[in-house]
Every structure is written in structure tokens, then in C-alpha cells.
């Protein structure tokens, strides 16, 4: 017995299943949670994040919620240590991001309410930070004779 | 040590000693107590007057018709406690374990909620008894520490069990020590108070029977 | 933050070794995920922590059986190596460094004296002081004294499991080697403890982190121990807990309620008495912990657990004796004992009323005599 997988269980209660079509008490909360933020943001709020590590939900209720939100438009990859993704959802604000580690182990997963996702922006001393290493490529190109 | 270790351990054992050395000493001492002689001709024979005995231990154990109205109250208060009090005792599954621990046997618990019900209803039946006490006249004036005492052991045994339950008041454990501590104390305090009475209550019922009812009294 | 010694922050330090600001903020962000903190916390530890110098931090083992480093490295995240190179700059550790025998000592040595007042002192084991130290000594040096002398310099002391939070194993009864737990050694510095047999990764890695991206010592609770991880007991957060409520327990490892999945309070579940993070931030990135794997907490985060009993016996089980356990035997020992000195007492006492009884009737009797 070498995998989690083969040690026999026996399952108690059966989560209701997602195929059952209505949405779970939990997956409504989450919802309701979501369009809150999403006024909070609208009136010039904070930016906000649902941690899915800390709602216990079985894969039913995962299914109900990505449904619920339906696929978006923009999806981002970044590629820093492992892939990690970012998909707007199909309610625009709401992203829906999976942090992954070299080992493609999920990390972190949670729905962003936000303009654009917070990882995304560049800070001010790293656009200066570029754009001196721009002008000492710049320099150095310019002093190579031949060039 | 800390506070629930010690409670439940050399304290435990200590209040233990003393709650058995205490009991046996007092009922041994009772039991052997030589009975006045009485020198009337017996109005019933033994056998009669130790039924009259027993019709005596059931028939104080409920209101006298002529003085319900006026005693009613007080029993229900009385019995109301009293049942609350043997079933969180008794059917709280941590209590179960601990009985387990020391006797070797155990039974079904009843869910906490339960449980938590009943100590609450209790514990306001055993407020409602004091409030009772200090407002009766009678009472009041039949009331000396010792009645205070048996009531406050009783409760702080009760408040600290039911603080331990909801996590109020600090720390688990402290709560956890001072309940088991408050217990503890309540059997150290048991057979020299007036809680000895649950040893008493009975064989003096039984036993006052008898003899009346030899002298000719109605039970 | 001030730059001094023209130290590089961490954040300049990431850079160099390739690791953007974006994958930095998503261990942060996953680290705080796993520690239940909310999820824009770790944006901020982010970049507190890049903002941050990166710290000396020396880790001295003593009496310890390296668990509680074998738990270390394997923090997922952030996982060490993320660690060790970019937030931290682990200048000792005689188990992780290549280094060996005096050249390591000489590392210790120029570290502590470098970043004096400022480096973090990592203490993993418990300090034996009996035969003046001789129990646990390094390159000729007792680990209390090394102690002493490391503890001088150190900007916060975090004492890295049970062993050196509270004693642990070599502090239990009868404590051959006259262990201590550091607090008992040091006492003009902060010292936080971070205890668990062996800890959580993510609370030791955790609690570093916090420490570094803010400079300051943690809530600590009355253990010293850091309230965000020890904050809750294990059955406040534990998933058994409705069946603890309704009264439903497991009564040995393979009845019905053992495979129901019932509450293990019975078999000895010290979780209403343990503080710390297993039940939210769970073991080994996650995947479970010990009550989920069917076996009751042992209340390895609490100071003496070792020496509390069977790790079987019910919490509200009675112990006394030499092994802690009650058995029906001893409790029939201690009545029974009591039982035949109560009874003695009680003949004794039953015989002087008597004689008192006899007294009164003779007085009274001679008294109607005389009357009559
Ligand atoms: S298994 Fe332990 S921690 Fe969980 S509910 Fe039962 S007693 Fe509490």
C-alpha cells in the first residue's frame, strides 16, 4: 500500500452531490460574500480575497461555485517558481487565482474581488530599477565599437 | 504540576480518603448508636411497625396533602435540582469516563447539548433554592453556615463545570483544574456537612418509621 | 528601513537570485493561507519582508533528537530553501551547513560577533546542566554555556520546539540530566517559543517570518508562545467536535465509532488542552493530522505532556501513583483503606456516646430514686 488512494475507506456521509443541480447553503454564502465585496469595491473600497483553503468545500460545491461564476475573459499565467494561473471569472472583478509551486502542488487558491489582481502591478522602485538597467544596456551597447 | 494534574491526581486521591474515611466513620458511628429502650407494650407487632417504616421513607418523601399548597413549591425546587444534578452527574460522557477510570464500568452518554441544558435549568433551580432560603422566614432562621456552605460547594462545582464547557473564564484547563478542585473539595466537605444527608436521608426516614409506627403511629 | 553595513534588503537580495517580487508574494501569500491568516496578509508580509534586512540567524541544537529540523526542512511554504537564502541568513547550523569541526565554530563565532545585538537565536533541544553540563557539550563547550555566551548578542531568542520551550522529554520525571528549557536559562531576552514535538514547519517558519518582517516579537501567550498559531485548542478547531457535542465516541482503535470517525476523547484526545495549529494548519503541506488520521492529540505543544499519564487515558480520567493510571484496584486500595479507618472511628465513636448515654440514664435514674 503506497498511495493515499489504496487505503481502503469507508465513506460515512456523502456530501450531496453537484449534480443534484441546486446550490448548497455554503456555495450561496460564498456568492452572497463575493457580491459584497464587489460593492465594496464599486464605491471605492479596499480590493478583497476569499482564502478557498479556509471554506470547507467538497469538490461538489467547487463545481457549484466555478459554474456559478462562470468562465471570464482574461486569463493570466505567471511563471515565476511553478505556474501559477489567475482567470477572471465570468463576473468581471471577480478572479478566480491558483498559486502553484515548482512542483505544480497547489499552494494557495482564493477569489480576488479586484480591479486587477494585486500581484500584478509593478512597484515604483522596480519600474526605476528597469529603467536603469535599460540605460546600462543602453551604455554598454553604446560604448561596444562596431555596434 | 499543573492545576489539572494536581486536581486530578494527589488531590483526588486525598478527597477520596476522606470522603470514604468520613462517610463509613459517620454511618458505622450512627448504626451502632444504641436505640432508647422503650418500655410501652409495643401497639404493633415488628413486622407491622417495619412496614410502617418503610410507608413512612415514601410517604415523607412527598408533600403531606394538608401542606402541599404550602410546601409544594419547595419540594418541586427541591426535586427539580436534585434529578438535574444525577443526570449531569451521571449521563456527561467526561464524567462517565472519569467513573469508568475508577470503577471499571461505563454506560451511554447524553449529548452535550442535553447535558448542557439540564446543568443550565439546574444550576438556576439551585439560585431560585437560596433565594428561597434567605427570603423564608422559617428557613432563614433554621439556616446556619453549614446549609450555605453545602449550597455554595455544590454550585461552584456546577458554575465551574459549566464555565469549563462554554471556554469561559480563561483557559481550558485552568477552568478544567478549578472544576475537578471544587469537587475535590465538595467530597472532603461531603460527609461532615450537611450533604452527608444523601446517606442519611433514608435510613433515618426508615428508621424514625419504625419506631413510630411500634408506638402506634400512623405512617 | 535604513540601510546599514550596506546590506542589501531582502527584497534587492530575491532579486539577485532571480526570484521576482511576484513569486515572492506568492509564497508569502500561500504561507499565509496555510497559517489562516487572511489572504491579503501575505501581500503585506511580502513586502514588509522585502523592505526588511535580511537577519543573521544562528541555530544552536542541544538536547534534542533533530525532529524538530527534520519538520523545519520540510516547511512547504515557504519551503527552506526559499528561506535559508532569501529571507534569512542561516550563518550556524551544525546539522544544514557544510562547514564542520572548528571552521564551523569560527562561523558561529564571526556571525554572533558581526551582527551582535541583532542576529536571531534559534534554540532547538533542552539544556542539560547536571555534571556542569557534561551531558550535551560542542567542540569542547557546555550548551549552557554556549547558551549564555550565543544569548548575549541575540536580538530574540525562538526556542524551536518542546525540548527548549518547556524541557520536553530529558526534563521528565526524574530529569537525569537535570534539564532546563531555555526561559529557565535566559532571562533578559525576548524569547518566543514555538513549541510542538516537533512544531508545525509553517508555525516555525511562520513565526521567523513574522519576526523578521516586522522586527517585533509576537502576542505571545502566558506560554510565550506566539497567539496566532497557539491561539486556539485543538478541539476548538477540530472536525470530530459535533460528535464530542452529541456524546458519539470511539472506545477503542477498530469499533464502529472508530471507523464513524467519532470524537477520540476516550482514547486518551488531550486536544481540549492543547493549544496550537495542527487542527487548521494540519501536516505535511496540509494533507491531515493526527485526529484525522484516527489517532487521539497527545497535547505535545503543552509543557510536562510526557509526564501527564497514559496518552490514552481520558482527560478527565483520574491519575495518581507511579504510572499515573487509576485502576479500579488502586481506588479499592485507597477506599478500602480509608473505608477501615472511617469504620474504627465509627465504633469508637458509637461506643463513647454510648458510654455517655449509660452515664445520663444512671444519673438520671439515681436523680427519680432519689426524687421518688
Ligand atoms: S477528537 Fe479530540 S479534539 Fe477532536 S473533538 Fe474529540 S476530544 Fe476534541
Given amino acids: ?147 | 504540576m499543573d492545576l489539572v494534574s494536581f486536581a486530578r491526581g494527589p488531590a483526588l486521591e486525598v478527597a477520596l480518603a476522606v470522603f470514604c474515611l468520613g462517610v463509613v466513620w459517620r454511618i458505622v458511628g450512627f448504626a451502632l448508636l444504641r436505640i432508647r429502650r422503650n418500655f410501652n407494650e409495643p401497639r404493633n407487632s415488628l413486622v407491622k411497625a417495619i412496614i410502617g417504616g418503610v410507608i413512612a421513607t415514601g410517604s415523607r418523601s412527598w408533600p403531606h396533602s394538608e401542606f402541599t399548597v404550602r410546601t409544594g413549591a419547595g419540594e418541586a425546587l427541591g426535586y427539580g435540582y436534585h434529578i438535574g444534578l444525577f443526570i449531569v452527574i451521571l449521563a456527561f460522557a467526561p464524567h462517565i469516563a472519569f467513573f469508568g477510570s475508577l470503577f471499571g464500568v461505563t454506560w451511554p452518554a447524553l449529548p452535550n447539548s442535553v447535558i448542557t441544558i439540564f446543568s443550565v435549568l439546574t444550576f438556576t433551580l439551585l439560585l431560585a433554592v437560596l433565594f428561597r432560603r434567605v427570603t423564608h422566614r422559617v428557613l432563614r432562621m433554621l439556616s446556619n453556615f453549614d446549609d450555605y456552605f453545602s449550597w455554595f460547594i455544590t454550585t461552584l462545582v456546577i458554575v465551574t463545570g459549566l464555565m469549563a464547557t462554554a471556554h469561559i473564564g480563561g483557559p481550558y484547563q485552568t477552568i478544567l483544574g478549578l472544576h475537578i478542585l471544587s469537587f475535590d473539595a465538595l467530597l472532603v466537605w461531603f460527609p461532615f456537612g450537611k450533604l452527608m444527608h444523601a446517606f442519611y436521608i433514608f435510613p433515618s426516614r426508615a428508621i424514625n418509621g419504625t419506631l413510630l409506627s411500634r408506638k402506634g403511629a400512623a405512617s | 528601513m535604513a540601510h546599514y553595513h550596506d546590506q542589501p534588503t531582502i527584497g534587492e537580495m530575491l532579486e539577485r537570485h532571480g526570484v521576482s517580487r511576484r513569486t515572492f508574494i506568492k509564497y508569502c501569500t500561500a504561507m499565509a493561507s496555510a497559517l489562516a491568516l487572511p489572504p491579503l496578509a501575505g501581500r503585506a508580509m511580502a513586502e514588509q519582508l522585502r523592505a526588511a534586512l535580511r537577519p543573521s540567524v544562528i541555530y544552536l541544537s542541544f538536547q534534542e533528537c533533530t525532529g524538530c529540523l527534520e519538520s523545519l526542512i520540510r516547511s512547504f511554504s515557504p519551503s527552506i530553501e526559499n528561506l535559508i537564502f532569501d529571507v534569512i541568513s542561516l550563518d550556524y547550523d551544525d546539522t544544514l551547513m557544510a562547514a564542520a569541526g572548528a571552521q564551523a565554530e569560527m562561523a558561529r563565532d564571526k556571525a554572533m560577533k558581526d551582527n551582535y545585538g541583532k542576529y536571531v537565536l534559534v534554540i532547538d533541544g533542552s539544556v542539560p546542566t547536571g555534571a556542569n553540563g557534561a551531558y550535551c557539550a560542542l567542540g569542547g563547550k557546555s550548551a549552557v554555556d554556549i547558551l549564555r555566551e550565543a544569548a548575549k548578542g541575540a536580538a530574540a531568542i525562538v526556542c524551536v520546539g518542546t525540548c527548549s520551550s518547556f524541557g520536553g522529554v530529558p526534563f521528565a520525571d526524574p530529569n537525569p540530566t537535570q534539564a532546563w528549557p531555555v526561559s529557565d536559562i535566559v532571562s533578559d531576552k525576548p524569547i518566543v517559543n514555538v513549541s510542538g514535538c516537533p512544531p508545525i514547519p509553517e508555525v516555525i517558519t511562520g513565526t521567523l517570518l513574522q519576526f523578521i518582517s516586522t522586527g517585533k516579537v509576537p502576542d505571545l501567550d502566558e506560554y510565550r508562545r506566539p497567539k496566532v498559531f497557539f491561539g486556539n485548542t485543538i478541539h476548538d478547531r477540530c472536525y470530530r467536535r459535533p460528535f464530542y457535542d452529541q456524546g458519539k465516541f470511539a472506545k477503542s482503535f477498530d469499533d464502529e465509532g472508530a471507523r464513524n470517525g467519532w470524537c477520540l476523547f476516550e482514547l486518551g484526545c488531550k486536544g481540549p488542552t492543547t493549544y496550537n495549529a495542527c487542527a487548521t494548519t494540519k501536516w505535511n503541506g496540509g494533507t491531515s493530522f493526527p485526529i484525522e488520521s484516527g489517532h487521539p492529540c497527545l497535547g505535545c505543544s503543552e509543557p510536562n505532556f510526557w509526564d501527564k499519564g497514559s496518552f490514552y487515558s481520558a482527560l478527565s480520567a483520574p491519575r495518581w501513583g507511579k504510572a499515573g493510571e487509576v485502576s479500579p484496584g488502586d481506588v479499592l486500595k485507597v477506599v478500602g483503606g480509608a473505608a477501615a479507618v472511617g469504620a474504627a472511628l465509627g465504633v469508637a465513636s458509637a461506643g463513647l456516646s454510648r458510654l455517655r448515654q449509660r452515664h445520663i440514664e444512671k444519673s438520671t435514674t439515681n436523680n427519680e430514686a432519689k426524687e421518688s
Fill in chain 1, 1 to 147: 500500500m503506497s498511495r493515499l488512494g489504496e487505503i481502503p475507506i469507508r465513506i460515512v456521509s456523502r456530501t450531496p452531490a453537484a449534480s443534484t443541480g441546486t446550490i448548497g447553503a455554503g456555495v450561496t454564502a460564498i456568492l452572497i460574500e463575493i457580491a459584497t465585496q464587489l460593492d465594496r469595491l464599486a464605491d471605492g473600497g479596499e480590493p478583497g480575497a476569499i482564502d478557498l483553503r479556509s471554506l470547507p468545500m467538497s469538490p461538489g460545491d467547487r463545481e457549484q461555485l466555478l459554474k456559478a461564476l462562470g468562465p471570464g475573459e482574461v486569463t493570466i499565467t505567471l511563471k515565476g517558481d511553478g505556474e501559477s494561473t489567475i482567470n477572471e471569472t465570468g463576473i468581471q472583478g471577480v478572479w478566480w487565482s491558483e498559486y502553484r509551486d515548482r512542483g505544480g502542488e497547489l499552494i494557495a487558491g482564493f477569489i480576488e474581488i479586484a480591479q486587477v489582481p494585486a500581484i500584478l502591478p509593478v512597484e515604483p522602485d522596480q519600474l526605476r530599477r528597469g529603467a536603469q538597467q535599460l540605460r546600462a544596456g543602453a551604455a554598454g551597447a553604446a560604448q561596444q565599437p562596431g555596434n
